[in-house]
């Protein structure tokens, strides 16, 4: 077991290499960059490493005796907490196998040895940029109050906003620690497989009481991930936005959102436990404060009310 140690200030680089002699160059050249620098001279360390320490980058050797890099970066891949960090390989293997292998085990780049020190720090510049990038449209996501998760088509979640994780926990308490639930997972494997033969597949929406989570994909990510948006619906949000749109009372913003849905008034009085006539009363009501004639008006400026809320 290693010793706990604390993350260096500043962008952090953990250099994997066996042999101590280039652990000592890099170490130089990237601190007098002004980089942070972390070493590790085997797999299993640097593991352990990047897990406690979570890197900016990793400049990882390829051949090293015991576990390899391309099994150290297949773990680094598989671990939600190290999944996003990006992956160097320094290596001296230049055949078109080892380069697709590489690639295959998630590198996000490589050099080839004897390492040039001006091209991987220029390495290192771009991937930090790209990575920071990144950082910073998820942060926006969360900051703007966002339901979004990444996931893999094994329903694995690399990354998902404050506000999907609370749904998500919500909606599948019995999931939420194991990644999305079977259901969720078929319907992504259906949508990703139609929009492949250049269909789409209609959001996924599930119910539960009078609560709706919709899933929609996005996109595509680079690394075989899918960007799900999440979208939580009620009767009861839906009513207190038309409370709020358009000064109306609950008993009028519960007709209207009703309206809004194609029932008539006997449909509406069975709904809400009230006869047809004092439905038709507060639909009276709601025309004059909408300034609107008909119901067909009036469903349309709840429907537009209802779609800016989502």
């Given at each position: 077991m290693l010793q706990a140690i604390e993350r260096p200030p500043g962008q952090l680089v953990l250099v994997v290499d066996d042999v101590p002699e280039n652990l000592?160059?890099?170490?130089?050249a990237l601190d007098e960059s002004g980089y942070s620098v972390v070493?590790?001279?085997?797999g299993v360390t640097a593991i352990e490493r990047a897990c406690a320490l979570s890197p900016d980058i990793v400049l990882l050797d390829a051949v090293m005796p015991g576990m390899d890099g391309f099994e150290v970066c297949r773990r680094l891949k598989a671990d939600l907490r190290t999944r996003a960090i990006p992956v160097v390989f320094m290596t001296g293997l230049t055949e078109d196998e080892h380069i697709l292998a590489a690639f295959q085990a998630g590198v996000a780049d490589y050099v080839t040895k004897p390492v040039r020190q001006s091209e991987v720090l220029a390495r290192i510049r771009a991937h930090m940029r790209t990575a920071s990038m990144v950082t910073e449209a998820r942060s926006a996501l969360d900051a703007f109050g966002h339901a979004v998760l990444v996931a893999g088509?094994?329903?694995r979640?690399?990354?998902?906003?404050?506000?999907a994780r609370a749904w998500m926990q919500s909606w599948f308490a019995d999931d939420a620690n194991r990644g999305m639930p079977a259901r969720v997972v078929l319907w992504l494997q259906d949508a990703v497989s139609a929009r492949a033969a250049g269909q789409e597949t209609p959001p996924l929406v599930l119910a539960q009481g009078t609560r709706r989570l919709a899933f929609d994909l996005a996109e595509a990510q680079d690394d075989?991930?899918?960007t799900l948006v999440l979208r939580e619906e009620s009767d009861d949000a839906q009513v207190q936005g038309l409370m709020a749109g358009f000064a109306l009372t609950r008993r009028e913003a519960e007709v209207l959102h009703w309206v809004s849905k194609g029932k008539t008034n006997r449909d509406i009085g069975d709904i809400l436990g009230t006869s047809p006539r004092t439905v038709n009363k507060h639909l009276e009501h709601v025309?004059?404060?909408?300034?609107?004639?008909t119901r067909t008006a009036a469903a349309s400026q709840a429907l537009a009310r209802s779609a800016r809320q989502r």
């Open positions: 000592a160059v890099l170490h130089d070493v590790a001279n085997n088509l094994d329903g979640i690399a990354w998902q906003t404050p506000l075989g991930y899918f025309f004059a404060k909408l300034g609107v004639e």
